[in-house]
């Protein structure tokens, strides 16, 4: 299947209730021209208004877009001349700055994570606590824009992520089209933070709250698209409230949990200097995953990284459980600073046996017994 940049409902976990109504608007044709989605950061309020966006657009539309005429192919790399979206972004120097000078990395961003947060968005613009903004050449451009007769399909559509970081010198300019666009235009907007829009933006918009995802439905999503187990699904999916992006990141900091733990009894069974401890462990590993023990390999990198720094002194060490803080420290005593590069030396050799396929029982076994040579009796 087609990498798809822009989702259609099927990509998304919105509510089915909420899509049916949005999907007979579609086709009954009575879209309304200015359309507010509300709903949390990270949520399903984004990759439901660009589902909406595409079922808009789609020249051969049915429940959902088709996903196979030209307008939906556009879609799927966000090339539809016909569908403009604009987003925060942060002034550089003097120069005005729009959406579309930014599009290459908002387009990195939907191509790594479908869903993402505002963070997520503020980290790659890199301003520091510089605050992204709409600004006021963004409305010059959008009035700009849908002032050019549309492309191919009869409607235009232009989505507004965030329209609550719009200047007020933005949103004034923005007003009059927003009251009365041309024909054909559509405006979606979603905001994580309605209530720090302005009264008179606000009246322009109809509203619709997208609910956060009924527990069950994440929970079950979780255990089919992530290697979750059940009990850790349970748990990240109740934690979520309803967000699938907070249910993976919760999820991925209990996998750097688990490798983390799995790098220090690596280390502690090369101390261990016996091949039967080594056996064990290689028989544990060759129950993981590929990707888990290339986690492993890492996780055990960014160990002795850390153990590196703590001989020399810092107090600034990551590894805040107290559960394994002891036991790190223990064997960065037994680790001789003369041996660190050999050390991550072998497990940069490991990594790449790992990534070409090599048994993943003989790879560790002979990793450890490297390891340990490096690693001076006690
Ligand atoms: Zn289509």
């Known amino acids: ?207 619709i709250d997208v609910p956060p995802i009924e527990e069950d439905r994440l929970i079950d999503y979780l255990v089919s698209n992530s290697s979750a187990t059940l009990d850790q699904a349970y748990e990240a999916g109740h934690l979520a409230r309803g967000n699938l992006l907070r249910a993976m990141r919760l999820l991925e900091g209990k996998a750097q949990e688990h490798a983390t733990d799995l790098a220090l009894s690596l280390m502690e069974t090369a101390m261990q200097r016996t091949p039967k401890a080594y056996r064990e462990f290689a028989n544990q590993a060759a129950t993981l995953s590929r990707p888990e023990v290339i986690s492993l390999i890492d996780a055990t990198d960014r160990m002795l990284r850390e153990m590196l720094a703590l001989s020399y002194g810092t107090d600034d060490i990551i590894y805040t459980r107290l559960s394994i803080r002891d036991r790190i420290r223990r064997v960065s005593e037994a680790v001789p600073l003369s041996s660190y590069t050999g050390l991550m030396d072998d497990l940069s050799a490991a990594r790449m046996e790992l990534m070409q396929n090599a048994s993943i029982k003989i790879v560790f076994f002979d990793l450890l017994v490297t390891m340990a040579m490096l690693i001076p009796k006690r």
Request: net charge negative.
């Open 1 to 207: 299947m087609a990498n798809r940049l822009l989702p259609d409902y099927a990509g998304t976990l919105a509510d089915r209730g909420l899509i049916a109504q949005l999907s007979s608007i579609r086709l009954r044709e009575a879209i309304p021209h200015a359309l507010l989605f509300c709903g949390d950061d990270g949520g399903e309020a984004l990759p439901l208004a660009l589902a909406f966006a595409r079922h808009i657009l789609c020249e051969d539309p049915g429940e959902d877009a088709c996903g196979h005429c030209e307008s939906c192919r556009q879609m799927d790399l966000w090339d539809n001349p016909d569908f403009y979206l604009c987003y925060p972004v942060i002034k550089a120097d003097s120069r005005e700055v729009t959406s579309e000078d930014l599009h290459k990395d908002f387009s990195s961003l939907l191509e790594s994570q479908v869903r993402f947060s505002t963070e997520d968005w503020r980290a790659v613009l890199k301003g520091g606590n510089k605050q992204p903004h709409i600004f006021v050449a963004e409305a010059d451009r959008l009035i700009h824009i849908t002032s050019l007769s549309s492309f191919k399909s009869r409607h235009q559509v232009v989505l507004i992520w965030q329209p609550e970081t719009m200047r007020e010198d933005t949103a004034n300019k923005l007003l009059k089209l927003l009251e009365e666009p041309p024909k054909g235009v559509i405006f979606l907007a979603v905001s994580h933070d309605p209530s720090r829009l302005l009264e008179t933006i606000l009246s322009r918009f109809q509203r």
